[in-house]
């Protein structure tokens, strides 16, 4: 008879001690210039990610130039004193970085991304950027022209054209906030390089400015190398700019879109609420994901599960600019599509869903789930140092304290389902809705008009 062979299993491996985590706090400074530094040493982090957040925001714009403060954005990286737009890219490239810009409502951000061994030619390269553009008229008019190109691709994007329509339902004509943030065709093709410059001149300089340095600085002499490069960059001090409170009017109303033949609706419902520093914001935070913030949420369970509407219905809210003394908002949204046919019924059952969390409120078990979610993945959402570098840029354009994300999660956690539910109604209430959809008014305006939810009003798409 033969003997069976043995076998040695190597042991089972077991899972270790969890260990605690927090979102990273940063070291404060100043350089000479004036320029603040915040600074987080991320060990690993081998990428290093550079944020420049400069006091430019749209509503400081002149009158008929929407759009320049994100021209002059992307213009930074399109040559400097020292290179031309060729030379700067191929410089970037060498160094193995990358340099991305953008404007919006609280200002103009730089993003530079490069490995931790290229830290002082990259900074060395975004210093160059902010000290000397070269803002030539030939890129500037090509910027110009890429953008006027943009432009009607965005207006035929359902989803694009909805939030034009909704910023303009909202917001007072006289707000910037209620035009496209990067301009339209009128003002955009107004934009030259004297107007660049001019804003430029105006709002950009160090006192005013910060800069979020995070990644692996192991051996690296920071204050040396900001010292040679950022330092270097001069300005005059700047006066503090007055920033007009956020107004809205969010009447309950619907505003159709008008696309003949469209076999979807695209729809984006909102209203502007409480920003991060309304105490209001964790429990506003918690209710709006177990309304529409994942796929086991309130709306997609009805809207996509049960009904089978929609692929996909998210509720959001999204600070718009954020102040202590009040003035600031969110944007508290729902946006999604269906198909047409059943643009009605979707609607009618998007605002039960809406009654039913007023009526009976969220569950425990809806709570539990985005309490998981939302705090239990933080440590994986923060691996990279780009993305605590962001965070960190955030708080300070929204004048928060640097502890805030860390005390978030912390209060997140601490929220119960009453509190999330009162919040979550308290921020989509059914009769304070503005409704924006993007499809074949013919098809649905009358089945909207039945449901009731505020007066219908058809515009063309343009």
Same mark, same amino acid.
């Given at each position: 008879? #033969?003997?069976? $062979? #043995?076998? &040695? +299993?190597?042991? /089972?491996?077991r899972p270790g001690e969890a260990k605690p985590w927090a979102f990273p706090a940063p070291e404060r400074g100043t350089l000479d210039n004036g320029l603040t530094v915040l600074r987080c040493h991320r060990p690993g982090q081998q990428v290093v990610a550079v944020e420049v957040l400069l006091d430019a925001p749209l509503d400081a714009e002149p009158a008929g130039l929407d759009g320049v403060a994100t021209i002059m954005a992307r213009a930074f990286s399109e040559g400097t004193d020292k290179h031309s737009a060729e030379e700067f890219a191929a410089e970037l490239e060498r160094a193995g970085a990358t340099l991305d810009a953008h404007a919006d409502h609280p200002g103009v951000r730089l993003s530079l991304e490069v490995p931790a061994s290229r830290l002082a030619k990259g900074l060395g390269l975004l210093a160059d950027a902010l000290r000397a553009p070269a803002f030539a008229a030939s890129e500037v008019e090509r910027l110009v022209r890429n953008r006027l190109d943009e432009i009607p691709h965005e207006l035929a994007n359902p989803s694009r054209r909805a939030a034009k329509e909704l910023s303009k339902e909202l917001f007072p004509a006289t707000s910037r906030m209620s035009r496209p943030r990067q301009g339209t065709e009128e003002t955009v093709e107004k934009i030259d390089e004297a107007a660049v410059r001019a804003f430029y001149d105006r709002h950009v300089r160090p006192a005013t400015a910060t800069v979020v340095v995070v990644g692996d600085l192991t051996g690296a002499d920071l204050d040396a190398l900001l010292g040679d490069t950022l330092g270097a960059w001069t300005g005059t001090p700047g006066e503090p700019r007055p920033v007009p409170? =956020? #107004? $809205? &009017?969010d009447t309950g109303r619907v505003v159709i879109v008008d696309r003949p033949g469209a076999v979807q609706t695209q729809l984006l419902i909102g209203r502007i609420g409480p920003d991060r520093h309304d105490r209001v914001w964790p429990a506003q935070v918690l209710g709006t994901y177990c309304l529409g913030g994942t796929l086991t949420s309130r709306l997609d369970r009805v809207l996509r599960e049960e009904k089978g509407y929609t692929?996909? =219905?998210? @509720? +959001?809210? /999204?600070v718009l600019r954020s102040a202590p003394d009040g003035t600031g908002a969110a944007m508290l949204a729902i946006s999604g599509s269906v198909d047409t046919p059943n643009s009605g019924p979707a609607l009618d059952d998007l605002w039960k869903v809406l009654r039913t969390v007023a009526a009976d409120g969220l569950t425990d078990a809806e709570r539990d789930v985005a309490v998981q979610n939302l705090v239990g993945v933080a440590p994986l959402k923060y691996e990279t $140092?780009? $993305? =605590? *570098? @962001? #965070?960190? *840029? &955030? /708080? =300070?354009e929204q004048h928060l304290p640097d502890d805030f994300q860390a005390t978030l999660y912390q209060q997140l956690a601490a929220t119960g389902t009453v509190e999330a539910t009162a919040a979550v109604v308290n921020a989509f209430p059914v009769d304070r809705l503005v409704t924006v959809l993007v499809g074949d008014a013919s098809q649905i305006k009358a089945p909207v008009e039945a449901l009731g939810i505020g007066e219908v009003t058809v515009v063309a798409a343009e």
């Open positions: 008879m #033969t003997e069976l $062979a #043995t076998m &040695d +299993f190597h042991p /089972q491996p409170p =956020v #107004t $809205a &009017d692929y996909g =219905v998210r @509720s +959001f809210g /999204q $140092a780009a $993305a =605590v *570098a @962001s #965070t960190l *840029a &955030d /708080q =300070v």
